[in-house]
């Protein structure tokens, strides 16, 4: 059964994180930053594509409140407060304590809004 805990394991430690305040995962190479409602940026050494696998297989059918768009970025869907495809912009708030703007492709955008369009 999917938990609403997310758990990174390496060899050195154990990360449990609460999958509703996540707000993004963000690659850097061999790197995942994961950034939570509460702006703390953890670093995990993982790529992207290892974190996207490891969200699927622990979330079940709640990974899908995830959505990766680009290169390098998973966002919660539940953050997203405001897509701008010309200005190639994405912001994530709760809409009171924080909001992050990430820059992101139109392409991805333009997908990102499709999903968010056909989800209602």
Not at 55 to 60: D, F, H, V
Request: aromatic share 10%; proline share 1%; glycine share 2%.
């Amino acid at each position: 059964m999917a938990s609403d805990y997310l758990y990174i394991n390496s060899r050195d430690y154990l990360l449990k994180l609460d999958i509703t305040h996540i707000v993004y995962f963000e690659a850097d190479g061999n790197y995942t930053y994961i950034v939570t409602a509460n702006k703390v940026k953890r670093t995990v050494a993982m790529t992207l594509a290892k974190m996207q696998e490891i969200l699927a297989r622990s979330l079940g059918e709640k990974a899908q409140r995830f959505a990766r768009i680009g290169k390098s970025h998973i966002v919660s869907l539940n953050y997203i407060s405001q897509i701008d495809i010309p200005k190639q912009a994405l912001v994530l708030s709760d809409d009171h304590s924080f909001a992050f703007k990430l820059s992101v492709s139109k392409d991805a955008l333009r997908k990102l809004k499709e999903i968010l369009v056909n989800q209602k």
